[in-house]
Each structure stands twice: as C-alpha cells, then as structure tokens.
C-alpha cells in the first residue's frame, strides 16, 4: 500500500512573528520555516506503518513556491520515499487545496491520505475534510491511534466527551492530532541520503489546469491585519476584601 502525505511550508513554531509594516499579513522575511508540526506528526505515523511491514512506499507531497523543496527534503530525510512539490505563488483556500490535492490522489492512487488536522498559521482545519468529501471516500479526523487492517482502519480520535474509536474502509483521509506520536530526530547521513532522493516538481497548471488557467475564487479578502492591544498591568490589593470589592466593580461578580 501506497500513502500520500501532505506536507505544508509554515513559519517555524518557536519564532516570534511581527505583522506586516502595511498590516497586509504576518512578515516573513527571513524568517526560520518549517514543516507544519501537525503534518510532520501524519509523516511519522506513515513511516511508522512501513516500518510495521503494512505499506510498502511513503510519498510527501506540498503545494507552494519553490522554497518548500526545503520541507519536502526534511520529509525524506525522515524517512519518505519520493517527493512531489507542486509549484505555485498561488495563496489557496482549503477547498481549492482540496481540489489540487485531489488530481495528486488520483494521479498517485494512494490506499491511505495522511495530513496534519490543521495547519499553524491559518488554522482552518478543512483541508482534509474536504478532501474526502471530493475524493468520495471515509474520513477520520483528529487522530490520536491508527491500527490498519487488511481493507481497514481503526482509528481513535479525540472528541469533547474524550476518545471515540471509528472504523473506516480504505482509501481514506486521516489527519493527525498532536497525541499521535512524537516525530524522529533526524541525523545528519539521513540529511545527506535525502539529497539523492528523487523529487518531482510539477507546475500547478500541469497537475490542475482546470485550476490554473483561470484565478482561484477565493471566498474571502484579508481586509487587515493587527497586533492584539497590550495587556492592562496588574494591580495588587491589600486584603481578599480589597480584591472582592475590585471585582465587584469590574462587574465580574455580583455586587
């Protein structure tokens, strides 16, 4: 069996970000970035289940500019077995992704889809919902446990009430919860191995052209984009009677 990962290009997680002087965005010049650590959670989970002896290729595919051929090397020096970038400048909306990463699952005829549940810059936690739903075929979300069987899978996932386990027949999309394992380290003959990895880049014309030869509809404008206010500075009472009345004329307790 053949698994499709999904990879995504994001600011690294322990930056700190600044907006946009012209508050257009968030500003990323010459910032670290990173595999999205959601998706890299979904990577080690697929290279875990070759490991087992139930799939036999790992692929990772991203949408996006050139630079991301940095986050796709990561993902072999992790462990995958091919890359596939598809090249765009493009900012799309999830269902658009959706839409792309589609004609990729019916090019490359994957028996398993394995995204991260959301990504940390947008946070939209769509994609793979989506993705499905256009693929026609079972989703499970939030995943915090997969076992695979023959022509199945098991998969725990993390709802309000606590954890709900949900059989779904393959091909599916499963995206990846923060619990569902702790990603590889990866060393330095890994890193030099990934270099020699094969990694094909496709224009998103090539791949979509029903896509790409008009602009994307996206469904939303960014308007702006704005620092929160500064935090108020504390103030220390005296008394709990003090801190009562402080309350109370706040408003945050009954008077």
């Known amino acids: 069996m053949k698994i499709l990962v999904v990879l995504k290009r ?9 907006v946009a002087p012209d508050g257009s965005g968030v500003a990323t010049d010459g910032l670290k970035m990173s595999v999205n650590p959601f998706d890299e959670i979904a990577l080690e989970e697929a290279l875990r289940i070759k490991e087992r002896g139930a799939a036999t290729e790992v692929v990772v595919v991203s949408l996006g500019p050139a630079a991301a051929e940095q986050q796709l090397r990561t993902g072999l020096a992790m462990g995958a077995d091919r890359a596939i970038l598809i090249e765009t400048d493009l900012e799309l909306e999830p269902l658009d992704l959706a839409r792309v990463f589609l004609d990729t699952v019916k090019r490359e005829e994957p028996g398993l889809v394995l995204m991260g549940k959301q990504s940390i810059d947008g946070d939209n ?3 793979g919902q989506m993705l499905a739903a256009l693929w026609q075929r079972p ?4 995943a915090s446990r997969i076992e695979l069987g023959t022509d199945s899978a098991q998969v725990t996932r993390e709802v309000d009430a606590g954890l709900e386990t949900i059989e779904v027949d393959l091909p599916a999309v499963v995206t990846a ?6 990603p590889r380290y990866i060393r330095l003959p890994e890193i030099l191995k990934a270099k020699k990895k094969p990694l094909e880049k496709i224009e998103l014309r090539e791949l979509s052209p029903g896509h790409s030869t008009k602009v994307l509809a996206n ?4 308007v702006a ?9 504390g103030k220390r009472v005296e008394s709990v009677a003090a801190l009562i009345a402080e309350l109370e004329q706040r408003g945050l307790l009954p008077a």
């Open 177 to 182: 919860d923060l619990r569902l394992n702790e």
């Open 125 to 127: 936690n769509q994609t």
């Open 225 to 233: 984009t704005a620092s929160p206010p500064p935090r108020e500075p």
């Open 139 to 142: 989703q499970a979300c939030f």
């Open 10 to 18: 994001v600011v690294d997680y322990s930056v700190r970000i600044h």
């Open 219 to 222: 469904q939303y404008a960014i």
